[in-house]
């Protein structure tokens, strides 16, 4: 009985026991987790950065824009672009062109060492630019660097490249995002970082973070931070959140929201950069409903853009209209190549002209993420008026891209990033034939007037060209461009000397500072 | 122990009213009820299920659930009100000046609590060291006469049976020498034979040391033992109050005679006498009632009784709650029910007419437990039936009587197919029957049927009495849908209940009800045989003898033939033709229903009558005690079964060999190594009744 | 009782195995190629195909299951397909992560969700009752996101206690790890604070009801004897097992609460890799879950065999 | 008294223990107000699911719009009580789905028993043995995003739960007398289990399905929160609150109404619950 009443009344010493316990165990969680903390005397000068989790480190293949602003800052591009879409020198201090505009000479920094301490030399460039225009290789710019002839070394410090034909766009194609420059013979580019960037990589923890610190020995001069902290953010709003708890630095690709009430809070300031980035809902042209002009007509009938750009964008950068080109473009946008005002009616009318006596039921495929679903909630609602019914599909990234979905579906919206030229996208989304031509999309006149701009050196022809191209768009092409897109940022008060890109995972930390 | 010795009373309860609320309706379980306990009496409370006696008890105890209250009456105990004590007051009383033992021994102990620690608990709080306590246990657990108390004391409640748990119940009521011991039907759910035990040591107890009791029990042979004192209950209210033997020889309430005339007594035969029973069923304690409670089943109602009688004292010491209790003093008016139609006719059993024949009918089930077992091959088995060869004559009714585990409802569902059974013969009309029901045809379906023990289970109860009875006819006699409505109807009838009753539920009806609505589906297909497990056990008192009747006389009129299993050798013996007394799977002893009451009787039915509480305070019983609990079916005992247990065993014999099946001079048998005249040489009659038994045999 | 052990043990692998039948067949019909996914959108189909091959996709799935199974056996796990990095570290961290925020999660849960529990049961109907009752079953009723948007925005955003975010970045020190594991452990416990005083209170009304429990009461012990060695002693027992059962129940029902803090447990890297279509990682959290569900019913049984005497002494 | 008042009778008893307790008449009437609002949604809702009130983004609550307006100016009283036939909906069928399923396979696989019996409770402990949500996860992400998929993760999810409850029903029924009449009659297997047995199971059905359907709302709202298997513009109340997530300091009520709905309705239903449990527990009424 003796045992019995003591086992009993240890069961129920049990329950503090149980948390006494407990709370060692946090104890030692926690311990343990210290010891691989640094703790620092004085505080480092970090900045925390929260961005959405990458899936590519490779440069030739990083796309998002977190996979870039890691990349830049780990790695070097040859001839970077300013926050004005203005070339700017990097890698490379200085350049010139032969005057048949076929052969380009680079001159490269000097003294330039990578993070494993190796020299850079024009062999990395010579070698990374073969790399990235090899066709074998599947890499994206494979097209954009297929122009290239032949890439070589005059010595350690220069480098030429030659050109099949005159391309008046070639220094802004070296400045793609692809384009860092990777040590020579490099086996493993995904696996690793060894760069000559302002930041080297200490410690990568997939899916978590990436810390940086300072390169000391950068060659345009030390960074004045002592190191990134990135942190991967799932959901922008808990980035947000984070920011205004004081526990972020940086994010970016805010939802217009998401700017918005940050613009009130206190703490934080925003960034605001307008872009020539923009969405396109096209439906595809080459098969039931597109290949009727008169469904396509409807569709821009009953879309009233403006109202779209104050909406979802709450008028933060400009509205569209239905080319890729775009104001940011000063030389060659046309501000009078404007679609026709709103007309439900009318829409209306032409679709039953088309045969769609009562209702057109479309799926409209987008991304499940950002401004889509509003901006397809706010287009299914016009588009009803017009007796257009649209059911939204909403998909993952990696579904709508990785399987080919965005290029097959007849009615999507696409973002298009911001490029610091227009001829990108019409060579690879509206040219007949053209990889990335999801609205399937074939005019030879348009064909005619893109190869024409694509290869003229003269600013003139160039812009009338794009003119025309702009009307053509208007009159009988595939898209609705709503609006091109600010892009928002937003840092913490003591952040100095950060200035968002265009597109934003371009944004360089080499000159940001933090407020002591 | 007479009542001007003890002028003062141990317990008084005056005028005590205690309602329910339910469904958010309050109804009264206990009225006005007034009953006094002496010093060292003990006084019995008697009722059918509903008649408030629990509450009363649990009302004395001032422990009363959350959904009842006292709502006028007090509880005197030595003369301080219980019902104006708070609980901490309580705890000083509680165990120590009267203490409780509960009714169902399986959940009234702590389960993850070693019974010592359970039992010295209440003795530590008078002050007892741990040691102390413990010594006390264990004697306290030798007086109640358990073997090996140290052993005991560190089992848990769930490794002793349920006799045991009841005696360990015991022992700690009166580990602290309360004054009153309350005790709630604290023998109900056990077997006969251990029931004779512990009514034997309360018995005991209570006189060595002077305890009074309150003994609750709807059975009125366990009070007529026990009680010096007995109280009737019905419907809430105390209808009669008398000393015991006064009480069971001249009732002067027409409810506590027709209580007496519902039981049939040992030795009884339906074929010489027929219960009267009570008339009507038992009120639902949510009617609303004016005028006498007992009105509508009364035989003597007249007008007067429409307002309610008060308690009249007849004669010193006894009250009884009626207008004419006068008239049934002086014998002018018969409390009695009025009996409905005679017994049939005697009959003998004679060859030629046999309908069902068992031949070494076997049933083992194997003991699974998991997969790993099946695995390793240590399959135990389950030796429920063994070898059991009997025969049932047509418009005869065979008895099946043995105590729980004994295999008698096994062999019921065996022979009808609902078990499959090991080995052995089952002939119906000579044919060969399958095993299980789903090699039977639907004739041979038609021709056996069952009525089934819980009233409550029997019926689907979503489906209306129609329907019910409608189903075997249609599925069994290929009755057309609509003749088998009208057939239900006259089913009904024969029942003698009316046509309406086909469109209510199970649930709306009463227990004696369903079980007649039980006896007209079994009987919807014209049955050979009728097996009837323990048809009346879980009906009230007053209400079994109208079913007994019911059974029996469409038994007789259909001429089928019926076995009828049950505990109750008085109910057995007042049903049945020819009585098989079984005992872990083996038929002890066989015999006609006359004979079974007279020696020479199988040890172990000589051990049964013994055990059986005679309706007769007065009445003499040999004392013949079982000891320790029955082996169970999985460790059958080699040679004889019962040698374990037998009072009158010889050694190695009964161990070693099994017992010769010896036959009487009526066709009897006696499964015993013991000789039939040395058996009759020593045994005397086991019982007697103090006047003389109508119909007794 | 070790034939109660070996036969609870049996049941544990063999449900693990099932259960690692009806994973691996679920993740076989995942759509998306995994190739590409793994590539990108820019890839060439060539690259893709070429991976496809290395990774076994082109495998039948019997293959594929025993192959995996056999791996995963010899810890053997692979490689993310979106992370190119051994998942069994990654899953080891955060495993580890999970695990500190479910004990801490217990550790704030268990003792005042049994004490109020206790407390609610023993005074039915009381004030403290109504309140305890209403008050958990709001609790429960609550989903996990709405109660851990509330309290990052009072307690991080309004009052600033609280760091909104848990990333548990290094930089953030062991002062910052404990603040950043407050909001996420607190929605947690909120959660299973409602729960567990829900079943406790309910266990205490149901054994206080017990005809062991008049027993006890009329035997004249004191209350408080009655309460702990009677009534607790039976009515905890089914508590017990829960809260063993509900470690298993965190580590995935932890799903939503690291979403929605950013908490970089299993319970997040699960929805990464499900958007990912990354396999090996899916695969591994969910075997990992079924184990940690599986063993953490193991320990429910025995703890409930310990302290119940039936079974202890089968 | 006639068949169909007896069982009317019991209805109104049911409806009494129901509205006696102040808690389970308070779920009561909010499931019931819910379910009402599923019904009638889109005749009383002033404003359309998506109408966009363009001149009235981020309007707090007032008399025109009682739960405010979001970013695109949409009526957030209106977008919940939409929600509420989606949520409902789904949860309502994918509950009763797996009911049916779940009852059939118990009742067959309790009464048959044996190896039958052991080979489906092996397999639902498989099933089981993977938390629901993680379950959910997994089959959402294989199956393509669509009304049915939810069904289906429902119905996964909840039919081996059920199929345990009912077939722990069918063990303590089989060996009844009313069990064993039916097989005395001759009547059949689909006879014994569908109207003999499964009449027993009702009130551990009713009570299993209340709950059930009260985490099946929990799981469509987290999953719509998670925005996995539900597209936005949903009528999702999850979603609403993850898509709100960004508004918590322009327009905290698109936030707080669709999370105080689900709160609200899975407290309800879990009140209900509670409810059906007294009933079940509770005799019927002497009177009758």
């Known amino acids: 009985m003796t045992t019995e009443a003591r086992s009993a009344r240890a069961g129920l010493r049990a329950i503090p026991g149980l948390v006494l316990s407990l709370a060692a165990v946090v104890a030692a969680a926690c311990a343990t987790g210290s010891s691989s903390a640094t703790s620092p005397a004085e505080p480092e000068k970090v900045v925390r950065i929260g961005i959405q989790p990458i899936a590519q480190t490779d440069p030739a293949l990083i796309s998002s824009d977190s996979e870039v602003l890691i990349a830049n800052q780990v790695y070097d591009y040859l001839i970077d672009i300013d926050e004005s879409n203005r070339l700017a020198a990097r890698l490379a201090t200085d350049w010139s062109v032969s005057p048949d505009g076929l052969e380009y000479t680079f001159d490269l920094a000097q003294g330039v060492t990578f993070h494993d301490g190796s020299a850079f030399t024009a062999r990395d460039v010579v070698w990374t630019f073969d790399r990235l225009r090899d066709p074998a290789s599947g890499y994206p710019t494979a097209d954009l660097y297929s122009g290239i002839t032949d890439i070589r070394a005059v010595d350690d410090h220069q480098v030429t490249f030659t050109l099949l034909k005159t391309n008046p766009f070639f220094l802004f194609d070296l400045a793609d995002n692809h384009a860092l420059v990777l040590k020579a013979d490099t086996a493993f580019p995904d696996r690793g970082f060894n760069g000559t960037g302002p930041y080297r990589v200490v410690e990568y923890v997939p899916p978590d973070r990436i810390v940086m610190e300072a390169n000391t020995d950068y060659f345009a001069g030390a960074p004045q931070l002592d190191g990134l902290e990135i942190t991967f953010f799932a959901d922008t709003s808990s980035a947000v959140e984070a920011l205004q708890g004081g526990q972020l630095d940086f994010i970016m690709g805010l939802s217009t929201p998401q700017y918005d009430s940050l613009t009130q809070a206190d703490g934080v300031q925003t960034q605001i950069v307008d872009t020539n980035g923009f969405v396109a809902v096209r439906l595809r042209t080459d098969r039931s409903p597109g290949n009727d002009p008169r469904v396509i007509q409807a569709l821009n009938l009953a879309t009233d853009r403006q109202s779209l750009f104050e909406v979802v964008r709450r008028g933060y950068g400009s509205v569209g209209a239905s080319s890729p080109i775009g104001p940011v473009y000063t030389d060659y946008f046309d501000p009078s190549a404007s679609p026709p005002p709103r007309d439900p009616q009318a829409a209306r009318a032409l679709l039953e002209e088309a045969g769609y006596k009562e209702v057109l039921k479309l799926d409209m495929y987008m991304l499940n993420t950002g401004d889509y679903p509003d901006l397809g909630a706010a287009l299914k609602a016009q588009w009803a008026e017009a007796g257009i019914d649209v059911s939204l599909q909403l998909v993952p990234e990696g579904v709508y891209y990785g399987e080919g979905k965005w290029l097959d579906v007849d009615l999507g919206i696409t973002g298009w990033a911001h490029r610091p030229y227009p001829q990108f996208y019409l060579d690879v989304m509206l040219v007949c034939g053209a990889k990335w031509n999801e609205s399937h999309f074939c005019d030879p006149e348009f064909d005619r007037l893109a190869g024409l701009a694509g290869s003229t050196s003269d600013l003139q022809t160039r812009a009338s060209a794009y003119r025309q191209i702009q009307q053509i768009l208007v009159d009988r092409g595939p898209l609705i461009v709503p609006y091109f897109f600010a892009q928002f940022g937003a840092t913490s008060e003591r952040v100095q000397g950060l200035k968002l890109k265009p597109f934003p995972g371009r944004t360089d930390f080499r000159n940001v500072s933090l407020a002591p | ?697 | 009782m070790s034939r109660y052990l070996v036969r609870r043990l049996g049941f544990v692998v063999l449900t693990v195995f099932l259960t690692s039948i009806v994973i691996f067949s679920v993740i076989q019909v995942l759509p998306g190629d995994v190739a590409r996914v793994i590539l990108g959108r820019e890839a060439g189909q060539a690259a893709v195909d070429q991976l496809r091959q290395e990774l076994g996709l082109d495998l039948p799935a019997p293959v594929r299951y025993l192959r995996w199974i056999a791996d995963f056996v010899r810890g053997a796990w692979g490689e993310s397909f979106s992370l190119r990095t051994a998942v069994l570290p990654l899953v080891a961290r955060r495993l580890s992560n999970s695990l500190l925020l479910a004990a801490v999660v217990l550790g704030l849960a268990v003792p005042l969700s049994v004490g109020l529990g206790v407390m609610a049961g023993l005074r039915q109907d009381s004030f403290l009752d109504n309140v305890v009752s209403m008050g958990s079953l709001a609790l429960v009723g609550l989903p996990e996101f709405v109660t851990g948007l509330v309290l990052i925005q009072v307690f991080a955003l309004q009052l600033g206690l609280f760091p909104a975010s848990s990333s548990l970045a290094d930089s953030s020190g062991l002062g910052g790890k404990i603040a950043q594991l407050i909001l996420p452990s607190l929605t947690a416990a909120l959660v299973l604070l409602g729960y567990l005083a829900r079943l406790t209170r309910a266990q205490v009304i149901e054994e206080s009801g017990k005809p062991y429990v008049r027993t006890a009461v009329l035997k004249g012990l004191p209350r408080r004897t009655v309460i702990l060695r009677h009534i607790l002693r039976n009515a905890l027992m089914p508590t017990v097992t829960v809260v063993a059962i509900s470690f298993g129940w965190l580590l995935s029902g932890l799903i939503v609460i690291e979403a929605v803090f950013n908490y970089p447990g299993l319970g997040s890297l699960l929805v990464f890799a499900v958007s990912r279509r990354d396999l090996p990682v899916i695969q591994a959290i969910s075997m990992l879950a079924v184990v940690g569900y599986a063993l953490a019913n193991l320990s429910a049984d025995l703890v409930y065999a310990a302290l119940n005497p039936r079974l202890r002494l089968e | ?288």
């Open chain 4, 1 to 288: 008294m006639s068949a169909s008042q007896g069982g009317r009778s019991r209805f109104r008893q049911a409806v009494a223990i129901l509205f006696q307790q102040r808690s389970s008449a308070i779920g009561t009437s909010i499931t019931l107000i819910f379910v009402l609002a599923a019904l009638f949604g889109p005749v009383v809702a002033p404003y359309g699911l998506n109408q966009q009130l363009t001149s009235a983004t981020f309007q707090p609550p007032s008399l025109a719009h009682w739960f405010g307006t979001d970013q695109l100016g949409r009526d957030v009283f209106s977008r919940v009580l939409l929600g509420a036939r989606d949520i409902l909906a789904f949860a309502g069928v994918g509950t009763l789905l797996a009911i049916i399923l779940g009852a059939t396979i118990g009742l067959f696989s309790g009464y048959t028993g044996g190896v039958v019996d052991e080979i489906i409770m092996r397999a639902f402990d498989g099933l089981l043995a993977l938390p629901a949500m993680l379950l959910a996860l997994l089959l959402l992400a294989s199956l393509a995003s669509s009304d049915l998929s939810v069904i289906i993760v429902l119905v996964v999810v909840y039919t081996p739960i059920v199929a345990r409850v009912v077939r722990s029903v069918v063990l303590s029924v089989k060996e009844l007398a009313y069990v064993r009449a039916a097989r005395l009659q001759g009547e059949g297997l689909g006879w014994i289990l569908y109207r003999a047995i499964l009449p027993a199971t009702y009130p551990a059905l009713a009570v299993e399905g209340a709950l059930r359907f009260s985490y099946a709302i929990f799981l469509i709202a987290s999953l719509g929160f998670l925005g996995i298997g539900f597209q936005p513009p949903s009528d999702n109340w999850g979603m609403m609150v993850s898509d709100a997530r960004q508004l918590t300091s322009a327009a905290p009520w698109a936030l707080y109404f669709p999370a105080a709905a689900i709160a609200v309705v899975v407290v309800g239903v879990n009140l209900l619950a509670d409810g059906l449990k007294r009933i079940a527990q509770t005799p019927p009424d002497p009177r009758s």
């Open chain 2, 1 to 697: 122990m007479t009542r001007a010795s003890t002028p003062a009373p141990l317990l008084e309860v005056q005028r005590l009213t205690v309602a329910y609320t339910r469904a958010g309706r309050s109804y009264d379980a206990v009225r006005q009820v007034s009953l006094t306990v002496q010093q060292g009496e003990s006084y019995g409370l008697v009722g059918e299920s509903g008649s408030g006696k629990t509450t009363l008890a649990l009302s004395v105890m001032r422990y009363l659930p959350r959904s009842a209250a006292v709502r006028g009456g007090r509880v005197l105990l030595n003369g301080a009100d219980l019902l104006t004590l708070d609980a901490k007051a309580m705890r000083r009383i509680w165990g120590r000046r009267i203490a409780f033992v509960p009714q169902d021994p399986h959940t009234s102990l702590n389960p993850s609590m070693r019974i010592g620690q359970q039992l010295g608990e209440g003795l530590s709080t008078d002050g007892l060291d741990q040691r102390q306590a413990r010594q006390r246990a264990l004697s306290l657990l030798a007086d109640v006469h358990l073997p090996d108390p140290p052993r005991i004391a560190e089992c848990y409640p769930h490794q002793i049976s349920g006799g045991m748990r009841q005696r360990v119940l015991i022992a700690m009521a009166i580990s602290r020498e309360p004054q009153l011991l309350v005790m709630d039907e604290p023998t109900t759910g056990l077997d006969t034979t251990t029931q004779a035990s512990i009514l034997d040591l309360i018995r005991d107890l209570v006189r060595r040391r002077s305890m009074s009791i309150l003994y609750v029990s709807h059975n009125l042979g366990v009070v007529a033992q026990m009680c010096d004192r007995v109280a009737v209950m019905y419907a809430g209210e105390l209808l009669e109050d008398a000393p015991a033997a006064r009480l069971y020889a001249r009732p002067l309430h027409p409810y506590t005679q027709g209580l007496l005339d519902s039981v049939p007594r040992l030795g009884q035969n339906k074929r010489r006498v027929r219960l009267r029973g009570v008339a009507g069923r038992p009120p639902s304690p949510a009617e609303t009632r004016s005028g006498c409670v007992f009105l509508a089943r009364c035989p003597l109602a007249i007008d007067l009784c429409n307002d309610a009688p008060t308690l009249f004292e007849t004669a010193e010491g006894h009250t009884a709650r009626c207008h004419r209790w006068k008239e049934i003093e002086a014998g002018s008016a018969d409390p009695r029910q009025p009996a409905s139609r005679k017994a049939g006719p005697p009959r003998t059993p004679t060859i030629g007419r046999e309908v069902l024949a068992l031949q070494d009918v076997q049933v083992h089930f194997p003991l699974r437990r998991s997969l790993a077992d099946v695995f390793s091959r240590r399959i135990r088995r389950v030796r429920a039936v063994e070898d059991v060869s009997l025969s049932i004559e047509r418009g005869f009714a065979l008895g099946l009587v043995g105590e729980s585990g004994s295999g008698k409802t096994t062999l019921g569902l065996t022979i009808l197919g609902l078990v499959e059974r090991t080995s052995g013969e089952i002939h119906l009309l000579g044919k060969p029957l399958p095993s299980v029901i789903a090699g039977r045809s639907p004739g041979t379906l038609a021709r056996m049927q069952m009525i089934f023990q819980d009233v409550d289970e029997s019926f689907v109860p979503t489906m209306s009495i129609a329907e019910i009875l409608r189903r075997p006819l249609i599925r069994l006699s290929g009755s057309p849908p609509d003749e088998a409505s009208s057939k239900a109807i006259s089913l009904l009838e024969a029942v003698h209940l009316p046509p309406e009753f086909a469109d209510r539920f199970p649930s709306e009806l009463s227990g004696g009800e369903r079980q007649r609505v039980a006896i007209a589906r079994a009987f919807a297909s014209k049955p050979e045989v009728l097996v009837a497990d323990e048809p009346i056990s879980s009906l009230d008192v007053s209400v079994q003898a109208a079913v007994l009747n019911l059974l029996n006389d469409i038994q007789v009129v259909r001429d089928s033939g019926l076995i009828f299993i049950s505990h109750d050798l008085a109910v057995i013996g007042y049903i049945s033709d020819v009585i098989a007394v079984i005992y872990l799977g083996r038929l002890m002893q066989v015999a006609p229903a006359a004979e079974i009451f007279e020696p020479p009787y199988h040890p172990y039915t000589e051990a049964l009558l013994s055990a059986i509480p005679l309706i007769d305070p007065r009445g003499k019983q040999e004392r013949i005690r079982l000891q320790g609990d029955a082996p169970s079916p999985v460790d059958v005992p080699r040679g004889c079964p019962f040698h374990t247990r037998c009072p009158r065993f010889l050694g190695n014999l009964c161990k070693e060999v099994d017992p010769p099946e010896q036959r009487t001079a009526s066709g009897g048998m006696i499964r015993c190594h013991i000789s039939l005249d040395e058996l009759k040489a020593v045994q005397p009659r086991v019982f007697a009744f103090s006047s003389p038994v109508e119909g007794s045999g």
